[in-house]
């Protein structure tokens, strides 16, 4: 069984927070029964953090090869034809 202490404070934390008007988390949806874990809002509910990650590296490495062969171009040596 649970200690009366912890059971107390837990209702006195939430009474509190109803009394002092606490707005919901910053992300969410709307504010959220005390326990439960608030919905975050989706910027893109189709893109994946992961994704937009690995595209922008995608590009940035597209960059940087594009970068290193104009580079190449000028610094190499001419050939007389």
């Known amino acids: 069984m649970s200690d009366p202490r ?3 404070h837990d209702k006195k934390v939430i009474q509190e927070k109803k009394h002092h ?5 910053v992300g969410a949806v709307k504010k959220v ?4 874990k ?4 989706h910027h893109n509910e189709h893109e994946d953090p992961a994704t937009e990650r690995a595209e922008a590296i995608a590009h ?4 940087v090869e594009e970068a290193v062969a104009a580079h190449d171009e ?3 040596p001419h050939k007389p034809e």
């Open 38 to 41: 608030p919905e975050l809002q």
């Open 6 to 8: 912890n059971v107390a």
């Open 74 to 76: 000028r610094t190499a």
């Open 60 to 63: 940035e490495a597209e960059v």
């Open 33 to 36: 029964q005390p326990g439960k």
């Open 21 to 25: 008007h606490e707005g919901p988390a």
